[in-house]
Nanobody, 124 residues
């Protein structure tokens, strides 16, 4: 089992920045692919970004490319999502997700473990 705890969400004005963190426990962190997803009210959960178990490969949704950066610190068992130039349409509940290493998928169904989410609200 893997436990994931997100933090760092909050209220920010458009154009501002936030950094989300996700602390993992229960399994060797360096063996996990880590992803971020988000879900806005009335919408389906959507992919945001993913990082490979080594941190050497990353992949982003087109909607956040160039604004968000995913990274990981395997010594701290933590994955981060740096969000810059935030827009009101980025408002959502952001989830951290994990799966054993191999592929780095962009689909929620491929992930085995999920956190409870952290709310990000961007005001215009």
């Amino acid at each position: 089992q893997v436990q994931l705890v997100e933090s760092g969400g909050g209220l920010v004005q458009a154009g501002g920045s936030l950094r989300l963190s996700c602390a993992a426990s229960g399994r060797t962190f360096s063996s996990l692919v880590m992803g971020w997803f988000r879900q806005a009210p009335g919408k389906e959960r959507e992919f945001v970004a993913v990082v490979s178990w080594t941190g050497g490969s990353t992949y982003y949704a087109d909607s956040v490319k160039g604004r968000f950066t995913i990274s990981r610190d395997n010594a701290k068992n933590t994955v981060y999502l740096q969000m810059n130039s935030l827009k009101p349409e980025d408002t959502a509940l952001y989830y951290c997700a994990a799966k054993p290493r191999s592929s780095i998928p962009a689909t929620a169904a491929a992930y085995d473990y999920w956190g409870q989410g952290t709310q990000v609200t961007v005001s215009s």
